[in-house]
Protein backbone atom coordinates (compact mmCIF):
# COMPACT_ATOMS: atom_id res chain seq x y z
CA UNK A 1 0.00 0.00 0.00
CA UNK A 2 1.56 3.32 -0.33
CA UNK A 3 0.36 6.57 1.49
CA UNK A 4 0.63 10.06 0.05
CA UNK A 5 0.56 13.24 1.46
CA UNK A 6 0.62 16.62 -0.42
CA UNK A 7 0.82 19.79 1.88
CA UNK A 8 0.73 22.95 -0.30
CA UNK A 9 2.50 26.46 1.76
CA UNK A 10 2.88 29.77 0.93
CA UNK A 11 6.02 31.25 2.63
CA UNK A 12 5.28 35.05 3.12
CA UNK A 13 7.97 37.36 3.02
CA UNK A 14 9.95 35.29 0.57
CA UNK A 15 12.01 37.45 -1.99
CA UNK A 16 13.79 34.57 -4.02
CA UNK A 17 14.11 31.48 -5.14
CA UNK A 18 17.30 31.29 -3.48
CA UNK A 19 15.54 32.03 -0.15
CA UNK A 20 12.62 29.63 -0.72
CA UNK A 21 14.89 26.64 -0.81
CA UNK A 22 17.18 27.82 2.03
CA UNK A 23 13.17 27.44 3.92
CA UNK A 24 12.41 24.20 1.79
CA UNK A 25 15.14 22.20 1.92
CA UNK A 26 15.48 22.31 5.55
CA UNK A 27 12.17 21.60 5.76
CA UNK A 28 12.11 18.85 3.77
CA UNK A 29 15.11 17.08 5.42
CA UNK A 30 13.40 17.23 8.74
CA UNK A 31 10.12 15.69 8.09
CA UNK A 32 12.43 13.11 5.69
CA UNK A 33 15.13 12.42 9.08
CA UNK A 34 12.16 12.62 11.79
CA UNK A 35 8.91 10.47 10.05
CA UNK A 36 11.17 8.24 7.27
CA UNK A 37 9.49 9.74 4.70
CA UNK A 38 10.35 10.18 1.09
CA UNK A 39 10.00 13.89 0.36
CA UNK A 40 10.10 16.27 -2.74
CA UNK A 41 8.84 19.62 -3.64
CA UNK A 42 6.63 18.47 -6.47
CA UNK A 43 5.41 21.79 -7.71
CA UNK A 44 5.70 25.61 -7.74
CA UNK A 45 9.35 25.22 -8.17
CA UNK A 46 9.36 28.95 -10.11
CA UNK A 47 7.28 30.55 -7.65
CA UNK A 48 8.73 32.49 -4.67
CA UNK A 49 6.04 32.36 -1.78
CA UNK A 50 4.10 29.04 -2.78
CA UNK A 51 5.75 25.28 -2.53
CA UNK A 52 3.69 21.69 -2.96
CA UNK A 53 5.60 18.93 -0.69
CA UNK A 54 5.12 15.53 -1.54
CA UNK A 55 5.57 13.00 1.12
CA UNK A 56 5.32 9.26 0.28
CA UNK A 57 5.56 6.01 2.70
CA UNK A 58 4.85 2.54 1.11
CA UNK A 59 3.80 -0.57 3.61
CA UNK A 60 1.61 -3.45 4.29
CA UNK A 61 -0.43 -1.71 7.26
CA UNK A 62 -3.22 0.70 6.15
CA UNK A 63 -3.65 1.75 10.03
CA UNK A 64 -0.29 2.56 10.42
CA UNK A 65 0.59 4.60 7.20
CA UNK A 66 -2.58 6.93 8.18
CA UNK A 67 -1.67 7.09 11.40
CA UNK A 68 1.97 8.26 10.82
CA UNK A 69 0.91 10.76 8.13
CA UNK A 70 -1.90 12.13 10.27
CA UNK A 71 1.28 12.29 13.15
CA UNK A 72 3.11 14.38 10.32
CA UNK A 73 -0.13 16.78 9.44
CA UNK A 74 0.01 17.73 12.98
CA UNK A 75 3.62 18.42 13.34
CA UNK A 76 3.28 20.50 10.54
CA UNK A 77 0.46 22.41 11.52
CA UNK A 78 1.40 22.99 15.12
CA UNK A 79 5.44 23.35 14.22
CA UNK A 80 6.97 25.04 11.73
CA UNK A 81 6.79 28.48 11.45
CA UNK A 82 8.40 29.41 8.41
CA UNK A 83 5.31 29.15 6.68
CA UNK A 84 1.81 29.04 6.17
CA UNK A 85 0.11 25.56 5.37
CA UNK A 86 -2.69 26.45 2.73
CA UNK A 87 -3.89 23.14 2.12
CA UNK A 88 -3.12 19.41 3.25
CA UNK A 89 -4.32 16.34 1.47
CA UNK A 90 -3.49 12.83 1.89
CA UNK A 91 -4.32 9.45 -0.03
CA UNK A 92 -4.19 5.60 0.56
CA UNK A 93 -3.91 3.86 -2.33
CA UNK A 94 -4.44 0.03 -2.06
Not at 9 to 23: Q, Y
Not at 30 to 52: C, F, K, P, T
Not at 87 to 93: A, F, R, S, V
Request: proline share 3%; glycine share 8%; charged share 20%.
Amino acid sequence: MLATLLIYVHIPGCASLKEKRGIIKPFMARLQREYNLSVAEMGYQDHWQQALVGCAMIGNDRVYLEASLQTVMRWVEGHWTDGDVIDQKMELIP
